[in-house]
């Protein structure tokens, strides 16, 4: 980092977050609208409490168990990812044999390997995407509609992170399964996704590296039972009503704590 950021700022790993992508930008990984994308999530994040809550664990269970069930599973990588957790990404395709691929909105040749180099030299052995995105999403006119047919094409189950709405809507159509992480529960892509992990992306990858090595073992009708039992609404249910009570609990407290000059 740039600068040294003292561990007891109560801010902390916040400011870390920032530098790391203020690091990727100038190393070509993030664009400017990705910065802006990154404040907006940061602010859900304060809602929820800078932490991963339970629904947020809930959808990171049955995501793991769908990358494991799923033949042609497959990450995708935009540039805030390969800034923020590149390390994380190449765990995660290890453990649940998923392969990685670059897709990105405001595309350029060099800006796809240079993300493609920085997953590399974190022990990424193949990175799709650079050189063979010559399929195409149906429905979809942004760059991102363009895609290896060795990866998110023929993929059946998708991960996408600090994602467009757009693309999840039409991969969905598409008939796959899309996980999505996403600090915002009522964007279009969290509505839109068959699984929302509503929770920052330096902490959702990270975990689902974790789960899905403890659950490689698991027998697969255990796996089909989690996904069974899973329900998107409910999750996305449970966030807000999880933001619903902070709120209330923050509001009572600032009442208790903070008063006017003269007041008892």
Same mark, same amino acid.
């Given at each position: ?16 977050? %920032? ?91 060099? %800006? ?33 509609? %363009? ?19 757009? %693309? ?97």
């Amino acid at each position: 980092m740039r600068i040294e950021i003292p561990r007891t700022h109560p801010r902390y790993e916040s400011l870390v977050i %920032r530098e790391r992508l203020v690091e990727g930008f100038e190393k070509g990984l993030a664009v400017p609208q990705g910065l802006i994308a990154h404040g907006r999530g940061e602010c859900f994040d304060y809602l929820i409490g800078e932490k991963t809550i339970e629904p947020a664990l809930k959808a990171m269970k049955a995501a793991v168990a769908a990358l494991l069930l799923a033949r042609h599973p497959v990450i995708s990588v935009n540039g805030n990812v390969a800034a923020l957790v590149p390390d994380g990404v190449v765990k995660l395709a290890r453990a649940v044999g998923a392969k990685i691929e670059v897709n990105l909105f405001y595309r350029s040749e060099e %800006r796809v390997r240079k993300i493609a180099e920085e997953l590399r030299s974190h022990g990424a052995d193949e990175v799709l995407g650079v050189d063979d995105a010559v399929a195409t999403i149906p429905e979809l006119f942004s760059e991102r509609r %363009r895609v290896s047919p060795r990866g998110i094409y023929v993929a059946d189950v998708v991960l996408v992170a600090i994602e467009d709405g757009d %693309r999840t809507e039409a991969l969905r159509k598409m008939g796959k399964t899309v996980i999505a992480i996403d600090l915002n529960p009522i964007s279009r892509t969290s509505l839109a996704a068959s699984i929302t992990i509503v929770d920052n992306v330096t902490r959702a990858i990270p975990k689902l590296a974790e789960l899905a090595e403890s659950a490689k073992t698991e027998p697969r009708g255990n796996l089909e039972e989690i996904l069974r039992n899973y329900d998107n609404s409910e999750v996305l249910s449970e966030v807000l009503n999880h933001i619903n009570r902070r709120l209330g609990e923050l509001s009572e407290k600032i009442r208790r704590e903070v008063r006017s000059p003269g007041e008892p």
